[in-house]
């Protein structure tokens, strides 16, 4: 399993929003998630800067390429343009981090 994290950047005043459309997560996109390897996925919120961290874990990370391609990503994206950094594309503004540290 690889390990990713990344940052977004939220719109002010929209953590709840956001929060809340991730409580009630869609079925099939949750599906799309774990069918494609995602697992231990996890979204922290830095208040002061309205900066998203993420950190998921999956056996291959070119299968991140394929969920770009996917309908069900791409409405989602849609979805969640209005509250949040996006692309051309209404994909989220993502910068991949670099790991420095593991403690296993």
């Given amino acids: 399993m690889e390990r990713l994290a990344f940052k977004m ?14 409580d009630l997560l869609w ?9 494609t390897g995602v697992r231990d996925y996890s979204i922290f919120f830095d208040e002061e800067t309205h900066l998203l ?17 996917n309908a069900i990503m791409k409405k989602w994206w849609d979805y ?20 420095v540290f593991y403690l296993s």
Avoid: C, W
Wanted: aromatic share 4%; no cysteine.
């Fill in 53 to 69: 961290f993420g950190t998921l874990k999956i056996a291959h990370s070119k299968s991140m390429d394929k969920l770009s391609e």
């Fill in 27 to 35: 079925p099939e996109l949750k599906q799309l998630l774990t069918s």
């Fill in 80 to 99: 969640m343009k209005d509250i949040m950094a996006t692309n051309p594309d209404h994909s989220p503004k993502s910068v991949q981090l670099k790991e």
């Fill in 9 to 22: 950047k939220l719109n002010a005043g929209q953590a709840e929003e956001y929060k809340k459309r991730h």
